[in-house]
């Protein structure tokens, strides 16, 4: 089963390798991304970016395609920050994903202090072991694991497949999920998801608000890290030391649009546009 969307406003390049997600590979003309227990090719072609998957509604909510970015990407511009104009219209088809939040918590707690390329291997050792193997039309794949397979990891699991000190972290948190679930946090405002984020061993500030945005759809949210740091002191001049404070400061400039400003801006700077 496949369907197709606007390639102007769907690029899979720029969607899956802004930072936002792990799970993924190049693959023929585009990409492989896996999440939860899922799998999609997804590539462009012509005029229109194709996604084949035996659960397309599944991955049509994942790349956020009912959504308008066009309306996104000229809000952007509005704000009238020379980078911002260049990403959001270089990047116009850059889209946030609505990943499985339980993936979220454990992705980005291996994140932190991190790089790309070693997070996705950690991420790829642990399906490996403790994912359920599964087929499609692309191959074998193991899912993402439940929080009750992650709890039955003990630390020294989780360091010999390289998470390093976050192991006691992976371990904790991943007991505490699979005893008491994530429900609770669901309805939450953004404020009050990331104080309770906040009381998860091995989530800071910077975890919490990439698990707001990338796990639970809060675009109210402005994750800071050296880039949008560097962002934050060549493109708006700031003097600010404190990555709360920046946070906030970019929440008051951008509101409801931060989530999506953050990643045009992150995004922008890495390509250097």
């Known amino acids: 089963m496949k369907f197709d969307f606007n390639a102007e406003y769907f690029n899979p390049e720029h969607t899956l390798e802004c930072g936002q997600v792990f799970r993924f590979r190049q693959y023929g003309d585009g990409y492989i991304c896996y999440s939860a227990d899922k799998a999609c090719y997804v590539y462009t072609d012509g005029v229109k970016t194709v996604a084949e998957s035996d659960?397309?509604?599944?991955?049509?909510?994942?790349?956020?395609?009912?959504?308008?970015?066009?309306?996104?990407?000229?809000k952007a511009k509005s704000f009238g920050v020379p980078l911002l104009t260049r990403s959001a219209e270089s990047c116009k088809g850059l889209r946030i994903l609505n990943q499985n939040r339980e993936?979220?918590?454990?992705?980005?707690?291996?994140?932190?202090?991190?790089?790309?390329?070693?997070?996705?291997?950690?991420?790829?050792?642990?399906?490996?072991?403790?994912g359920?193997?599964?087929?499609?039309?692309?191959?074998?794949?193991?899912?993402?694991?439940?929080?009750?397979?992650?709890?039955?990891?003990?630390e020294a699991f989780f360091k010999s497949i390289g998470a390093g000190y976050r192991d006691a972290y992976l371990s904790q948190t991943?007991?505490?999920?699979?005893?008491?679930?994530?429900?609770?946090?669901?309805?939450?405002?953004?404020?009050?998801l990331k104080k309770e984020l906040l009381t998860y061993k091995g989530v800071g500030p910077k975890v919490a608000d990439c698990?707001?945005?990338?796990?639970?759809?809060?675009?109210?949210?402005?994750?800071?890290?050296?880039?949008?740091?560097?962002?934050?002191?060549?493109?708006?001049?700031?003097?600010?030391k404190d990555k709360n404070k920046i946070t906030q400061y970019f929440l008051n400039e951008f509101g409801e649009y931060s989530g999506y400003i953050q990643q045009y801006l992150f995004y922008g700077k890495r390509l250097k546009l």
């Open 55 to 74: 659960d397309c509604d599944y991955f049509y909510r994942y790349f956020d395609l009912e959504r308008d970015y066009s309306e996104i990407t000229e």
């Open 103 to 130: 993936e979220m918590f454990y992705s980005f707690i291996i994140s932190q202090n991190n790089n790309i390329p070693r997070i996705k291997g950690i991420i790829e050792r642990i399906c490996s072991v403790l």
């Open 132 to 154: 359920e193997k599964k087929e499609c039309a692309l191959g074998e794949y193991h899912a993402f694991p439940s929080s009750a397979a992650l709890a039955g990891a003990d």
């Open 174 to 192: 991943s007991k505490r999920i699979a005893a008491e679930g994530i429900s609770r946090l669901e309805g939450l405002s953004t404020p009050e």
């Open 211 to 240: 698990i707001s945005l990338f796990g639970f759809g809060k675009t109210d949210s402005f994750p800071v890290d050296v880039w949008t740091e560097k962002v934050y002191r060549e493109d708006f001049n700031g003097t600010l």
